[in-house]
């Protein structure tokens, strides 16, 4: 009888024993599935935006949102390779994606890149647009660029270059964009123009009507990275509103800011005029995005939605 129950007993423990191994083997494998659906709910998390498909024109700005809570500050967001800043609006993240004017058409891909994780999370686009032509007589010293004049022009764009190189990767803005000057539109973005029947461009900005003296307002908050006369857009002022967007104002008769100070939306950095390379009284006004010229009014429109 003694027997018995000690053989009895030994069973007992060993199927207690095995029972114990398949409850931790369970475990262990929920517990693995878990870890595994709570990185595939991570990574999938990072790919949360309003609308997963845009569409642009040749320089055109598209406004990215991503859905609340959605997206880490770690993450790298780019499209076509590029690194794209994105900040918080809202308690949500968005972002803003410009299209060069010389695009080759070919579809935009946005990827959120995350623990050298690429998960694809938009697709831009490219739609056709024409641009109209424009003969236009001026200067020719303005055209025909002697020695001295050159060497000038060069060393200007060496230090627009520095200065389009370092915007930070956070807004100095909260506000929309809007327009620097209520005014007609002499010559819109993207036109392709010859100057003097010889130089031909293509113009990168918008063109107002503006009587010498017209004050001009920043189109947003930002700090004046440039203010001086420069040899083809003259009194010139640039504005740096941080994520890379550039809003730059020209020919203007008298700059009214100075490099290094902050400016907040609205605020009138100078006056309108007829200086640089020029046909009459006018302002230049140009964008620039994510390293491209683009239609600012591209920018006031999507930064309003």
């Known amino acids: 009888m003694m027997v018995f129950l000690k053989l009895l007993k030994g069973v007992s423990l060993k199927i207690s024993f095995l029972i114990i191994c398949l409850a931790l083997s369970s475990c262990s494998m929920i517990s693995k599935k878990n870890i595994s659906n709570q990185k595939n709910q991570s990574v999938k998390s990072e790919a949360k935006i309003e609308n997963e498909k845009f569409s642009v024109k040749p320089g055109e700005v598209v406004k990215i949102n991503f859905v609340k809570n959605s997206l880490s500050?770690?993450?790298?967001?780019?499209?076509?390779?590029?690194?794209?800043?994105?900040?918080?609006e809202n308690d949500r993240y968005v972002a803003f994606v410009a299209e060069t004017y010389f695009t080759n058409f070919n579809d935009i891909k946005c990827y959120i890149d995350k623990n050298s994780k690429k998960t694809q999370v938009a697709t831009?686009?490219?739609?056709?647009?024409?641009?109209?032509?424009?003969?236009?007589?001026?200067?020719?010293?303005r055209v025909s660029l002697n020695a001295k004049d050159l060497k000038r022009v060069q060393k200007e764009q060496v230090f627009l270059n520095k200065n389009y190189s370092n915007s930070p990767s956070h807004p100095y803005f909260d506000e929309p964009f809007m327009?620097?000057?209520?005014?007609f539109v002499?010559?819109?973005?993207g036109s392709r123009r010859l100057f003097n029947n010889s130089k031909q461009t293509q113009h990168l900005g918008t063109d107002f009507r503006a009587a010498v003296g017209e004050p001009i307002k920043a189109t947003n908050s930002g700090k004046v990275v440039v203010a001086r006369d420069l040899f083809f857009t003259g009194g010139t002022v640039t504005i740096d509103h941080g994520l890379g967007i550039f809003s730059i104002y020209g020919h203007l008769s008298k700059v009214q800011v100075q490099e290094g100070e902050f400016v907040?939306?609205?605020?009138?950095?100078?006056?309108?005029?007829?200086?640089?390379?020029?046909?009459?009284?006018?302002?230049?006004?140009?964008?620039?995005?994510?390293?491209?010229?683009?239609?600012?009014?591209?920018?006031?429109?999507?930064?309003?939605?």
């Open 73 to 88: 500050e770690n993450a790298i967001l780019e499209c076509d390779e590029k690194k794209i800043p994105y900040y918080l």
């Open 124 to 141: 831009i686009s490219v739609g056709q647009k024409e641009f109209p032509s424009e003969r236009l007589n001026v200067d020719q010293r």
């Open 179 to 183: 327009l620097p000057i209520d005014a």
């Open 264 to 305: 907040p939306k609205g605020t009138q950095i100078g006056l309108a005029g007829a200086t640089g390379r020029v046909t009459g009284p006018h302002l230049h006004w140009g964008v620039k995005v994510n390293g491209h010229f683009i239609e600012g009014e591209s920018l006031v429109k999507e930064s309003a939605d």
């Open 186 to 189: 002499t010559s819109i973005y």
